[in-house]
């Protein structure tokens, strides 16, 4: 709902700031369990990277595959392991946006409108999901020493050796070297890795799900707004 609705969202909570001028406190939106659930993200996006140039941000935002891509790396069928996910409560009766990757777009337009300030429709994301991997896909990864996740990728391109060029915005597996911090993302766990001008790539990870890093989240998300705390531009 929120990656529909950016920049409705945003011109709403401009007009109401400048309506209320100071006569009455600040109206603030606070979205951070939207991704990556228990890891601050949104916040460290938000206030943490005001003095650099993000270049890219690459990450697992859905705990669900990720989870069901652990079980058919060891040898389970996609049919069974979705079926198991949705017995523990992971995956939805109707997994679609899930496990084809519907869930993950919406997660990234939300990253790189914080990373570029460039509202990219969910419909013009290229997106593609799990549902065609079978186990025989990981047996080949691991002859060549990766694995494959589910990632959601937004990246500046380069132009006259600047990272200046168009942004590039895709959902898709993506074979990743089993050395990588990505690669050893386990169970229904998310991260997101930000590689800027300043830091290098750095990689935040975190539980992706579940009712106390979700709650945690929300609580941060309110003390901030009632302490006047929350950033004044939500993306």
């Known amino acids: 709902l929120i990656s529909e609705h950016l920049d409705e969202l945003e011109k709403l909570i401009n007009h109401s700031n400048h309506k209320q001028k100071k006569v009455l406190p600040m ?20 206030s943490c990277y005001t003095g650099d140039v993000i270049h890219k941000l ?16 060891k040898g389970a069928d996609f049919e069974t392991v979705l079926q198991e996910a949705q017995e523990l409560g992971y995956a939805e009766a109707d997994p679609t946006a899930d496990v084809e990757g519907y869930d993950v777009r919406a997660k990234i337009c ?9 509202t990219v429709p969910p419909s013009e994301v290229p997106c593609k999901g799990i ?3 079978s186990n025989v896909d990981f047996e080949y990864a691991k002859l060549l020493g990766c694995t494959i996740k589910l990632l959601g990728t937004a990246q500046r391109l380069h132009e006259a050796r600047e990272w200046d060029g168009p942004l590039c915005v895709f959902v898709s597996p993506v074979m990743i070297p089993s050395d990588r911090t990505l690669a050893g993302i386990s169970r229904n766990g998310n991260a997101v890795a930000v590689t800027s001008s300043n830091m290098g790539t750095c990689c935040y990870t975190g539980p992706g799900a579940g009712r106390f890093p979700t709650a945690n989240s929300i609580v941060a998300d309110l003390v901030r707004l009632a302490d006047g705390q929350a950033s004044a531009a939500p993306f």
């Not at 859905?62 to 891509?69: A, E, I, K, R």
């Not at 939300?110 to 460039?118: D, P, R, S, W």
């Open 131 to 133: 549902s065609e991997l």
């Open 58 to 73: 690459q990450g697992i935002v859905n705990g669900t595959t990720n989870y069901m891509l652990g079980k058919m790396e």
């Open 110 to 118: 939300i990253l790189a409108k914080l990373a570029f300030g460039v």
């Open 27 to 46: 109206a603030g939106f606070g979205y951070e369990a939207a991704v990556c659930g228990g890891i601050p993200i949104i916040q460290t996006l938000q």
